[in-house]
């Protein structure tokens, strides 16, 4: 449980257009896109999938593996593990909420590389440095994520690029934690860890 809440959060944030700097840095409409993921150290590519809603500040990430979903309420400050199967959540430390929502890291620098196209859609690439960190990010102009390449400082190259765009209203189920499931404490190790509410 604790590698999937790792691997989630880690999948998170490279997700969100925090390292570019267009001028819209979130989705201005919402959007479903599919991802390709590849360069997971042992773990052949997959899909990802994620959904922003702009007017409710919401986010749901549902990585590979089906074994649960992330909810990201950006208006609430709050992220959540949900896990259908256990009819239960579980709360993301305050700390790892604070990577998943920030904006631009601290430090980072950003020079624009030009325009691609990915999955049939333009899009402008930027490179960003943040630390010893490295990466380059295509974004539309309405504020979408299409792909990025992230460079960790061990060398490891992780690739997200988007196979599939759709434009149109996320449900609002799909952005709402079903009723009566229960909160669950996360695991100890995880830093910053808080009892569930």
């Known amino acids: 449980m604790l590698r999937i809440l790792a691997t989630t959060a880690i999948l998170a944030v490279v997700s969100l257009p925090a390292v570019a700097q267009p001028a819209n840095m979130r989705p201005t409409r919402d959007v479903t896109v599919t ?10 590519p997959q899909d990802m999938r994620m959904a922003f809603s ?11 593996g089906g074994v649960g979903w992330m909810l990201i309420d950006r208006q609430a400050n709050s992220a959540v593990m949900v896990m259908d199967a256990q009819r239960a ?36 690439e930027w490179d960003m440095a943040a630390g010893e960190a490295r990466g380059t990010s295509c974004i539309t102009d309405d504020g979408v994520l299409l792909r990025t390449v992230s460079t960790a400082p061990n060398g490891a190259v992780v690739r997200m690029e988007a196979t599939q765009i759709t434009y149109g209203p996320v449900e609002a189920a799909k952005l709402t934690v079903p009723p009566g499931y229960t909160a669950m404490q996360a695991p100890a190790g995880v830093p910053g860890a808080a009892a569930p509410r």
């Open 89 to 124: 959540t579980m709360a993301m430390p305050p700390s790892t909420v604070a990577a998943m929502t920030q904006d631009v890291p601290a430090g980072a620098t950003f020079t624009r590389k030009g325009t691609a196209t990915v999955a049939g859609t333009t899009c402008t």
């Open 35 to 44: 991802y390709q993921m590849t360069g997971l150290a042992g773990v052949p």
């Open 54 to 64: 702009p007017s409710t500040g919401k986010q749901r990430i549902d990585p590979p």
